[in-house]
């Protein structure tokens, strides 16, 4: 079945760097734009950064622009997302997530905090 697990986050101090990793499975992952998105306690889910399927096109919510870069590699099935200069308001649940014609998919999310 298709299965998105997300890894990578964790603790960090406001101006540190984070990469998450999202590994892919069950699909031909390399035929999918691939995205992440955030949901912070009390606020909706949110699309962070999107990436076409051969990575040729990427595009980032303005809050994060210049700061973080999303990437894939389609031979591991996996798809990175690199946040550099954390922010406080950073702090999130961060989503895998795929859609098909008739199937949406999550992954589990891996929790992002930013705080001294």
């Known amino acids: 079945q298709v299965q998105l697990v997300e890894s990578g986050g964790g603790l960090v101090q406001p101006g540190g760097s984070l990469r998450l990793s999202c590994a892919a499975s069950g699909f031909t992952f390399s035929r999918y734009g691939m995205s992440w998105y955030r949901q912070a306690p009390g606020k909706e889910r949110e699309l962070v950064a999107a990436i076409t399927s051969t990575g040729g096109s990427t595009n980032y919510a303005d809050s994060v622009k210049g700061r973080f870069t999303i990437s894939r590699d389609n031979a591991k099935n996996t798809v990175y997302l690199q946040m550099n200069s954390l922010k406080p308001e950073d702090t999130a649940v961060y989503y895998c997530?795929?859609?098909?014609?008739?199937?949406?998919?999550w992954g589990q999310g891996t929790q992002v905090t930013v705080s001294s």
């Open positions: 997530y795929v859609a098909f014609v008739l199937l949406h998919v």
